[in-house]
């Protein structure tokens, strides 16, 4: 069993950062894949980044490639979501999941096991 516990969001003007962290409790963190996903009020949940259990693979949504960085540190149980160049689309509500995922390019909100709270991100204009 996981436990996640997500933090670092906030308000912060467009072309600000944040770096969003998601600390986790339980023996099986360093084994599985760990993902952020985002939502919005009224729209389905969308995949933002993932990480391999090692951290050597990684993949982001086109929407935050290049802006977005997600990392981990096993001995730590965390991981970490530094976004740059933050944009008002990015406002959204962002949670740390982990599970088996099929795929590393496309994976699905219903592929993951563990959620977080959430925290909300709002980039003002």
């Known amino acids: 069993q996981v436990q996640l516990v997500e933090s670092g969001g906030g308000l912060v003007q467009a072309g600000g950062s944040l770096r969003l962290s998601c600390l986790a409790s339980g023996r099986t963190f360093s084994r599985i894949a760990m993902a952020w996903f985002r939502q919005v009020p009224g729209k389905e949940r969308e995949f933002v980044a993932i990480i391999s259990w090692s951290g050597l693979i990684t993949n982001y949504a086109d929407s935050v490639k290049g802006r977005f960085t997600i990392s981990r540190d096993n001995a730590k149980n965390t991981v970490y979501l530094q976004m740059n160049s933050l944009k008002p689309e990015d406002t959204a509500v962002y949670y740390c999941?982990?599970?088996?995922?099929?795929?590393?390019?496309?994976?699905?909100?219903?592929?993951?096991?563990?959620w977080g709270q959430g925290t909300q991100v709002t980039v003002s204009s």
């Open positions: 999941t982990g599970g088996a995922y099929s795929s590393y390019y496309y994976p699905r909100p219903d592929e993951s096991e563990y």
